[in-house]
């Protein structure tokens, strides 16, 4: 059995049914046919007797469909040399489309060569009638060429180590090393003034001592590791020392004029001790213009400092 036969066979063939016969219809005669008429000429509005030809006349379809179901022989027929096995079919089948493959690869091949000379340098197309294989040989040659032209970067188009260009909410573009130059000398500004506000709050006294130890930092890198009581500098230093609670100091009889770090004279009364140890004014009439909080400061440090002491004796009677 052929492959057409098969086919015809198993899926061209529709499956007859027996005739059945009914008491209360009759089959009508398969050659009467289904008409289907237009409303007009039943109700005589036509004007035209003549048989019409176009499209909106009736359509009269022949025969019934249960002719073709009563059909118990295939209506189909075989084309080509009969008696070829389902293999042999196959195998033609195969060798057409390979022949036709081969045919399409010849007019490829005969196919006239591109001609750069017209491509549009834009678009790198070549205008006109063109296969679809030239067209997309040119597009992938546009291609390489716009990506090797970005790779090389010869006129700048990719933009590869170009400034970045900064603009205002008004479009003018902002000269970015004039801001930052700016913003610069603002923060050296500020930095100075904070710096000389810092040393707006420090009296003559903090800025000679911090000068004198600047003096004494300076110094100290030349000076050995050990200092010993043989050092001269060091034995004047600390005669130089004036102390309140030293015995002898009413015994020297020469007595150096007392001046400030300043260099202003310093006052030589008796005055109130304070918290900070700062001494007087030279010019100091003697009153004390306070409100009292550095009496009651000391008289507070003295109360502790003596119930500390009795504590002690109380636990040693015990």
């Known amino acids: 059995m052929s492959l057409a036969d098969y086919l015809a066979k198993n899926y061209l063939t529709a499956d007859s049914k027996p005739e059945k016969k009914s008491k209360k219809r009759k089959r ?11 409303d007009d000429d039943d109700l005589g509005w036509s004007t035209s007797k003549a048989p019409r030809e176009d499209d909106d006349g009736p359509i009269t379809v022949g025969g019934n469909s249960a002719e073709f179901r009563k059909a118990k022989s295939s209506s189909w027929k075989t084309i080509g040399p009969s008696g070829l096995t389902d293999q042999a079919a196959a195998d033609a089948i195969i060798a057409s489309a390979a022949a036709e493959s081969s045919a399409r690869a010849l007019a490829d091949e005969e196919a006239p060569a591109v001609d750069d000379s017209g491509i549009n340098a834009e678009v790198g197309i070549q205008p006109g009638l063109q296969s679809g294989a030239q067209v997309a040989a040119q597009i992938k040659r546009a291609k390489e060429a716009e990506r090797r032209r970005f790779l090389e970067d010869v006129d700048g188009e990719s933009g590869k180590g170009q400034e ?7 479009g003018r573009i902002i000269n970015v090393a004039m801001k930052r130059a700016e913003a610069r000398k603002k923060a050296e500004e500020e930095a100075a003034k904070a710096a000389a506000e ?21 110094e100290a890198k030349f000076l050995p590791v050990a200092r010993y009581a043989d050092d001269a500098d060091l034995n004047d230093e600390l005669k130089e020392r004036d102390r309140w609670n030293d015995p002898a100091a009413q015994f020297l009889t020469k007595k150096k004029q007392g001046k400030s770090v300043t260099g202003k004279p310093l006052y030589t009364g008796p005055a109130m001790p304070n918290r900070y140890g700062i001494r007087p004014g030279y010019r100091w009439d003697g009153v004390d213009r306070g409100n009292g909080f550095e009496k009651d400061y000391f008289a507070a440090q003295n109360r502790r400092k003596n119930l500390k002491e009795l504590d002690y004796a109380w636990q040693m009677d015990e």
């Open 164 to 170: 970045t260009i900064y603009r205002d909410a008004s």
């Open 28 to 38: 009508k005669d398969a050659s009467d046919g289904l008409i289907i008429a237009d």
């Open 198 to 218: 810092i040393e707006a709050q420090k009296g003559d006294v903090q800025r000679a001592q911090q000068a004198q130890r600047r003096e004494e930092l300076a």
